[in-house]
């Protein structure tokens, strides 16, 4: 789409994250055959950085990207919140599966999961797919929302 050879893209998101513009999340599998194992997801540690890059300075009510704006706000939060907390000791991945379930952030700690789901608008009470609990063990699992950003700092 762009034009340009994958190098040359793995080249810029390599610069743009020795610069601290973005985050790379690896994604979280136990080998499992429906798991994705090789993907990764980008965050920006600024969303001010992200909407400057698109030109989109609507408000959030009127934006068609709110909930990744607001998904990449959480992680980058849960991303300071660990750094200060656990000093580095919490690794933190996505989980996907072929069949489209998801999980936003997975962050384990001393071979302890908890998972994490980042909701903007919740129309439905959102659940963490049964296929990610049954199984792995899971010890809590969260869904964010305007409503309930104290589950960020409290976990």
Known sequence: MLGITRPTVEKYLDLLEKSFVIFR?????????????????IYFYDNG??????????MIQNRTDAGFLWENFCMTERMKINSLKSAGLTNMYFWRTYDGAEID???????MLKAFEFKWNIRRKPTIPASFSEKHKVTSMYVVSPE???LLKEN
């Open 25 to 41: 999340l690896p994604s979280y599998s136990s080998n499992l055959r429906n798991e994705i194992r090789k993907s990764q997801k």
């Open 49 to 58: 950085i992200l909407i400057a890059i698109t030109g989109n300075y609507s």
């Open 105 to 111: 952030l997975v962050e384990e700690t001393g071979g």
């Open 148 to 150: 309930t950003l104290y």
